[in-house]
């Protein structure tokens, strides 16, 4: 292990791009399993993976990924930025939404799911999990990232928007209306709740920028490693943790 900004980063295992507040703690959980499947190649399934922030380090760590995108233009950034890191033979794109996934990928077939800003978006969440967990090999594992409702109020109420966030506390799916950008928002408990419906068991649940969205630009940029093990600290201690602007929970098909 190196330490890069004052974090512990793996090298050769998975050398990821820096740590950073909105990366660090879900980099530090699939490192943990990683670790554990330490020279197994994984079959990892990337559910609204973009241009690739997870999947091509994870393909230079020598799994193969299939990323399933809505957005064409993503997709062909990812093919471009995983021919430039050398590994296009490892990385599959598939154009897709998180709504039609039980009709893109085969069951049983994935060590590693991750579904990262996709509940928030997607008509129906509880089929998407409900895929998501058929997709799995017994013992496989699910990283989830979702927008957490709580940070979203106090987003709103700090910023003057008083009657938006009284809509989002109010409101059940944690949405504030018809012009929010977003469906729906979580707490722990909620989204803990549909992972476990789908038959997942929830192993982790850590919160992701806590501190983050909160700090005038200069601390943030000024103490960049300092935030980053501050971010770590905090991520699994509630009531830090249910605060934070998103919620990550890791998750596993039972074997």
Known sequence: MTRLDGVEQTRGRLAGPP?????????????????????DELTVLDVG???????????????????????PDALAALTRRAAEAGVAARVRALQGDGDALAGLVEPAGVDLVLCHSVLEVVDDPAPVVAALAAALRP?????????GQAAAVLAR??????????ALA???????????????????????????AA?????????????????????????PAALVELELALAARPPYRDLAAQLHLFAR???
Do not use: C, K, M
């Not at 740590?19 to 020279?39: F, K, N, Y």
């Not at 013992?139 to 927008?147: D, E, K, R």
């Not at 038959?199 to 103490?223: C, I, K």
């Open 19 to 39: 740590l950073t507040p909105r990366t660090a703690v879900i980099w530090s959980v699939l490192r943990t399993e990683l670790e554990r499947r330490d020279g």
């Open 49 to 71: 993976g973009g241009t690739g922030g997870f999947a091509v380090p994870l393909a230079q760590a020598g799994h193969r990924v299939t990323v399933v995108d809505a957005s």
């Open 139 to 147: 013992g496989g594992a699910a990283s989830v990232l979702v927008a």
């Open 157 to 166: 109420a700090v910023n003057g928007h008083l009657d938006q966030a009284a």
């Open 170 to 196: 109010a409101d059940p799916a944690g949405a504030a209306g018809p012009r929010d950008t977003l469906r729906r928002r979580y707490d722990a408990g909620r989204a803990a709740a549909l992972l476990t």
């Open 199 to 223: 038959g997942l068991v929830v192993e982790e649940t850590h919160g992701v920028r806590v501190l983050a969205d909160l700090l005038p630009a200069a601390v943030a940029d000024g103490q």
């Open 253 to 255: 098909r039972p074997a």
